[in-house]
């Protein structure tokens, strides 16, 4: 599966952007699926994670309840709502896949073998 993330750009603190995965060559439905974010010298860190299906999601303690993770499998996409931004949040963000049983939802990027290019979000304070 390739992914493609879109929607990164620049914003004041307190405001919102959404980001997208685009999955070609492959059904998304067979992947649970995982944003990460990585500073330039840090490592990459989880965000968000959601099952095959939609039914299990998880979330980073730093972006639970400001950032929510969703699927529509029809359109092969995955999103990223974010919204409350601060500063500490900007970083290169990056969605990631991998074929699961449809319970599995992953949180270690190693758990992981795919992934887009990344698209960057810029908070400013």
């Known amino acids: 599966v390739q992914l493609v993330e879109s929607g990164g750009g620049l914003v004041q603190a307190g405001g919102s952007l959404r980001l997208s995965c685009v999955a070609s060559?492959?059904?998304?439905?067979?992947?649970?699926m995982g944003w990460f974010r990585q500073d330039p010298g840090k490592e990459r860190e989880f965000v968000a994670a959601?099952?095959?299906?939609?039914?299990?999601?998880y979330y980073a303690d730093s972006v639970k309840g400001r950032f929510t993770i969703s699927r529509d499998n029809a359109k092969n996409t995955v999103y990223l709502q974010m919204n409350g931004l601060k500063p500490e949040d900007t970083a290169v963000y990056y969605c990631?896949?991998?074929?699961?049983?449809?319970?599995?939802?992953?949180?270690?990027?190693?758990?992981?073998?795919?992934w887009g290019q990344g698209t960057q979000v810029t908070v400013s304070s």
């Open positions: 990631s896949a991998d074929m699961r049983p449809p319970w599995d939802t992953p949180r270690q990027h190693g758990e992981y073998n795919y």
């Open positions: 060559a492959g059904t998304l439905s067979n992947y649970a």
């Open positions: 959601v099952n095959r299906i939609g039914g299990n999601i």
